[in-house]
């Protein structure tokens, strides 16, 4: 029980450092993780309320995130830190990111038809059992 507790009061402490930013590009960066934080305490301590609203506050704060990096509107609303993040994302478009997605929901879905594969059919594309579930395991995002 003192590691829920440590999670809770870590994703508290990450809602104290958003209070504390006045760039929005770190101040997002922050949320996003607060609310993986507390969307896991509240799950792991049943505290649905908890992970309802930041379930509901994620994806919020990616794409205000995403805006705010990819952003032509005023140069002039451009803080130093989304200079830097700029190369680390690269020169995101909502094209690429909507290309990105369908990429991942291809490759999610071919791994999970590779599982369902028989004996018979895996020797006839010449994989192994054993690539098959490290191509499984593997998250959506990595090819």
């Known amino acids: ?11 508290s402490a990450s809602v104290l450092a958003t209070f504390c930013m006045s760039t929005m590009v770190p101040l997002r ?4 993780c607060s609310n993986l934080l507390f969307g896991a ?11 309802v609203l930041h379930v509901i506050l994620l ?5 205000r995130l995403i805006h705010v990096i990819v ?3 005023d140069p002039a609303t451009v803080t130093a830190s989304s200079i830097m993040l700029t190369p680390l994302l690269g020169a995101m478009r909502w094209r690429q990111l909507k290309t ?9 879905r071919e791994r999970s038809e590779l ?11 010449r994989i192994s059992r054993a690539d098959v579930q490290a191509e499984a395991l ?3 995002w990595r090819a």
Request: hydrophobic share 50%; proline share 5%.
């Open 71 to 73: 952003s032509d509107d």
């Open 1 to 11: 029980m003192l590691w829920i507790n440590l999670l809770g009061y870590g994703a």
């Open 59 to 63: 994806p919020v704060n990616i794409v």
């Open 29 to 32: 960066a922050v949320a996003i």
């Open 100 to 108: 990105w997605i369908a990429e991942w929901h291809r490759r999610a």
């Open 138 to 140: 593997k998250p959506f």
């Open 115 to 125: 599982i369902k594969l028989c004996e018979r059919d895996r020797r006839d594309i």
């Open 41 to 51: 305490y509240g799950a792991l301590d049943h505290i649905y309320p908890v992970l």
